[in-house]
């Protein structure tokens, strides 16, 4: 069974960073696209960044490019979520989701995922 367990999220002040972790077990975590979503109260979930098995292609959301970058160390099995210049916007729950094993599709919508994690909160003050 794949499991997906966020951490990293809390409280910051606007202009802060923060870095958000996502270990996966149970999966060829190699072979799997990754991706970050948000969903703030009262809205769908959004997404924020995604990145191929390889690393080597990534995708941000236009609210957050040049503040966010996406990484991964596939030896760790995790991925990674570094988070500038926070605002008051950024304040969410923030899921890390992974596709199925060998899948090369668009990253940007839910379902591409087949596997979440359990979401961890960032909150931004201004």
């Known amino acids: 069974q794949v499991q997906l367990v966020e951490s990293g999220g809390g409280l910051v002040q606007a202009g802060g960073s923060l870095r958000l972790s996502c270990a996966v077990s149970g999966r060829t975590f190699s072979t799997c696209a990754m991706g970050w979503f948000r969903q703030a109260p009262g809205k769908e979930r959004e997404f924020v960044s995604g990145?191929?098995?390889?690393?080597?292609?990534?995708y941000y959301a236009d609210s957050v490019k040049g503040r966010f970058t996406i990484s991964r160390d596939n030896a760790k099995n995790t991925v990674y979520l570094q988070m500038n210049n926070l605002g008051p916007e950024d304040t969410a729950v923030y899921y890390c989701?992974?596709?199925?094993?060998?899948?090369?599709?668009?990253?940007?919508?839910?379902?591409?995922?087949?596997?979440w994690g359990q979401g961890t909160q960032v909150t931004v003050s201004s």
């Open positions: 989701a992974a596709s199925p094993t060998g899948y090369i599709g668009n990253l940007y919508s839910t379902s591409a995922y087949d596997s």
């Open positions: 990145i191929r098995w390889n690393a080597r292609i990534t």
